[in-house]
């Protein structure tokens, strides 16, 4: 499971048109990339990191995004394990987990939050 992270900056990011429906789409966070899942299905906003943590490639906001009783999560395109939304483990059970960002929405944009990881 992924550590909270605690919002130092709002970094907005893109428009809200410039993100697929139901999809994901990839944005750069100072060096990293991240992940941002409009989930419009269930009016709201996920990112996570964008690096699959099993072979390590950039492909997670090309996966597929659902629910797994109720729990929204997004599974990877190549392998598909899959990973939730909301704390990031995975849920096949396996030992792989994922960063995950809180994101919000303000007049029009996308907004990730980045600072440091807390517990
Ligand atoms: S690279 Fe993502 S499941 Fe294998």
């Given at each position: 499971?992924s550590?909270a ?8 990011v ?6 697929p ?10 060096d ?13 906003w996920?990112?996570c990191?964008?690096m699959c943590?099993?072979?390590r490639?950039m492909?997670l ?9 109720g729990?929204p999560?997004?599974a ?14 995975n849920?096949?059970g396996?030992?792989?987990?994922i960063n995950i960002y ?12 980045a ?5």
């Amino acid at each position: 499971m992924s550590e909270a992270i605690a919002v130092e900056q709002w970094v907005r990011v893109a428009r809200v048109e410039d993100f697929p429906s139901n999809a994901g789409a990839c944005v750069k966070l100072g060096d990293e990339q991240i992940a941002v899942f409009n989930f419009a299905s269930h009016r709201d906003w996920y990112a996570c990191q964008n690096m699959c943590p099993h072979k390590r490639d950039m492909v997670l906001s090309r996966g597929l995004i659902g629910d797994q009783e109720g729990t929204p999560k997004v599974a990877c395109p190549q392998h598909k394990k899959t990973f939730s939304l909301i704390d990031g483990s995975n849920l096949g059970g396996e030992e792989y987990s994922i960063n995950i960002y809180p994101v919000k929405v303000e007049q029009g944009f996308v907004y990730i939050g980045a600072g440091s990881a807390s517990n």
